[in-house]
Nanobody, 121 residues
Framework: QVQLVESGGGLVQAGESLRLSCAAS????????MGWYRQPPGKQRDVVAA???????DVTDSVKGRFTISRDNAKNTVYLQMNNLKPEDTAVYYC???????????????WGQGTQVTVSS
């Protein structure tokens, strides 16, 4: 019964900023990593950013210098700060988490429902 719920998407003009958040809830023992994928219209879904539990983070080359990923481990929440947005950033953004539901179980991937980000020129 694990759920990932994204929020913070919307319609903005080029150059403006948005902050996405994703909260994981349900039967969670530990979260190994959390991050974000995005899928532009008519294109494949690709990774945008990832954050490990130890604080290590990474973002894809096309958004370096503009996007920042962060985590609040106590709240099981991951954020994506998106600055200087461009029309090419328009996509559905999906949150993911790799987590364990029990101490003895395997780790598995879970996905949010997606949130729309639209950037006008």
């Amino acid at each position: 019964q694990v759920q990932l719920v994204e929020s913070g998407g919307g319609l903005v003009q080029a150059g403006e900023s948005l902050r996405l958040s994703c909260a994981a809830s349900g039967s969670i023992f530990s979260i190994l990593s959390m991050g974000w994928y995005r899928q532009p219209p008519g294109k494949q879904r690709d990774v945008v950013a990832a954050a490990a539990s130890n604080g290590a983070t990474d973002v894809t080359d096309s958004v370096k210098g503009r996007f920042t990923i962060s985590r609040d481990n106590a709240k099981n929440t991951v954020y994506l700060q998106m600055n200087n947005l461009k029309p090419e950033d328009t996509a559905v953004y999906y949150c993911y988490a790799r987590l364990k539901t029990t101490r003895w179980g395997d780790d598995n991937n879970y996905w949010g429902q997606g949130t729309q980000v639209t950037v006008s020129s």
